[in-house]
């Protein structure tokens, strides 16, 4: 928690350029003579006790001894060697002095335990002498690519192989947020020696994002080694594109999700269910966007369907055609995707709908 | 620029687990012979030419030669050492095959130089071949606090002073943007020393946050010493907190923020003026956030309003009160700042407004 270690402001603080008075000293007059000056980050100044004396004072000096009130430099005027309030009347005692103590009291709590630290709690923390701040560790991640046919970014591949492009995305899709994200590891469809690497990988790691290898065929292998594991809290999800997506937890807490390899299954997998729920688990508001549809939608079919759309300029969602989902080329033209829940078949220009931005 | 190195798909990519089929055999039978396996990260394989024979494939596989249609292992059943394909009329020529270009063409422009590199982007450039990718280079920001009476963080102060806390605050809501931020500099009131400092801070970055000493008064020498070092681009914003805010634009292109110095209007110009134009320059969408009023909001002043306010469970959003501009402990409590513009003197509950939330 972070504590007030003194009065909030310190001390009598000046707000504005200008002079310190007296404000009694206005029943006598409005003429004073200028004695003095107090500057930001002086030691605290007396005023004379002449009557209808002013000191000159700068923005965060302490009030000067003896006076109550400052009149800004705009309210006043210069005439010969001395200084004339314009508006005596408008002049109120304590104007422009923040006085110690009004905003927060020494020992107040500022921040509380587990409150985000966004730049106002930063601010907070650095006026109160926290050089140093205890935080919750960020949850250390890693993505794991699957298949034989899958060869490195800087390797030209054979006619019938692709390149590992699906970790890399979602680490993308991880970067702004605040995780300790490890190198990639990709694993091949051999059950035996890649199920142990499967298992070091699990073990240093709080999230696991893995891609492919999770249906149910022959070769799909993960599920079967992430039940060995941990406890598969799901295994299959009525939507597409990612229906074969499944989730796994181990004894010590680590999360596995498991989506299909297909690379528009797993980005809209990552964005749906990963982010959302790693923001909820770092504490992070993720706060669903609505979108209103530009054209009809339709979704005939029973799974709920994720849909590509490109924002026109009047901010509304139209659709971006995708061949499926392994045409991931063509979701450059899109700004996100938004979500068509089973149970409607229909939706009509202008009604709302929550969308995901890529990111 | 991004382009394909090859078709999207580079193959005709077998889409499901199942059997790869003639599909005119279908005209003599629905049972077949099964031979061979075409797996995913293997060559090619081809299909028997022997009437009615199927090939067990993987999803990801190339499509075997002499095959035109893929079965879906859960539209077949497996009869003795038999495949039975249970309802042949609902199979279609070219079923479940991915076609080769059928997405891009070899040489197609995937991703256009400019835009913005996120999940989906990094996946395309990762399949396309490209290891490395030449991008931007990120600005080089830094903040400036100033004033005689800041003390360092990890200080006790006098009884007069305050601690730097306006750079740090300044750095953590620039964090998130893709950024080189350097450390805080801070300088003092002494315009002699203090000008060749400022100087050295601009001459090496292209974005420069200053905050404070930026007003009118006496002491306020940053206006005079920036309109030295560049060309004023405005000074004075009607608006509150912030008026005395001003931008400042050398001709190497650097380009400088002024920031009255009290912590409220510091982070109120970072998060309203600083991060859109800053997102804008890189490129990045600012997508301005709505939110409805709780309660009636009033702003008498000529002056465009900044009021920090708090979200309610059903997202409208209710003012915090805060002392003044100096008042930045009770930011805490808030989640963000509304703008009332100037030239309307009330909003009623239920109208929209802008909303800037605290990074």
Redesign the interface.
């Known amino acids: 928690a972070i504590v ?1 270690d ?1 009065d ?4 009598d ?1 000046v ?1 504005m ?1 200008g002079y310190a008075i007296r404000h009694a000293d206005l029943q006598s007059g409005q003429r004073f003579t200028v004695r003095g000056e107090a ?6 100044k007396t005023l004379s006790d002449a009557p209808l004396t002013a000191m000159a004072v ?5 009030r000067p001894h003896g006076a109550d009130t400052v009149v800004r ?1 705009e309210a006043t005027q210069r005439v010969g060697g001395d200084l004339v309030i314009t508006k005596p009347d408008s002049i109120a005692h304590g104007d422009f002095v ?1 006085r110690r103590g ?3 009291k020494s020992g ?1 709590l ?2 509380e335990v587990g ?1 985000t ?15 140093d701040l205890r935080v919750s560790v960020r949850p250390r991640l890693v993505a794991i690519g699957t ?4 060869v ?15 970790a ?6 991880l ?2 947020l605040p995780a300790q994200v490890s190198p990639p590891v990709h694993l ?2 051999c059950v035996e020696t890649e199920t142990h690497r499967l298992e070091q990988a699990v073990s240093c790691h709080d999230v696991v994002i893995i891609s492919g290898a999770v ?6 292998w993960i599920p079967h080694a992430l039940d060995r594991i941990g406890q598969c809290l799901f295994h299959g999800v009525a939507q597409r594109p990612g229906k074969p997506m499944g989730v796994w937890q181990t004894e010590s807490g680590t999360v596995i999700f498991a989506l299909p ?1 297909n ?1 528009v299954s797993t ?1 809209v997998g ?2 749906r269910h990963l982010r959302p729920w790693l923001c909820k688990a770092m504490g992070l508001t993720f706060p669903v966007q609505w979108v209103g549809l530009a054209t009809d939608f339709s979704n005939p079919s029973p799974l709920t369907l994720f849909c590509p759309v490109r924002r026109k300029a009047d901010g509304t969602a139209e659709p971006v055609a995708i ?2 989902s ?7 033209c ?1 700004d996100g995707f938004i979500e068509l829940p089973d149970g409607q078949n229909h939706w009509t220009a202008g009604e709302s709908v929550a969308f995901y931005p ?2």
Chains 1, 2 share one sequence.
């Open positions: 007030a003194r909030l402001p310190p001390f603080r707000m350029d500057l930001a980050g002086a030691a605290r700068m923005t965060g000096a302490p430099i923040h009004s905003d927060k107040s500022l921040v409150q630290l966004r730049s106002v709690e930063i601010g907070i923390a650095a006026s109160a002498g926290y050089a298949g034989d046919e899958m490195p970014v800087e390797v030209v591949p054979e006619a019938h192989q692709i390149r590992r492009s699906n890399a995305a979602v680490m993308a899709a970067g702004p091949n469809d249906s149910k065929g022959r070769l799909d390899g690379p980005l990552a964005h061949n499926n392994g045409d991931y080329a063509a979701l450059s899109s890529w990111i």
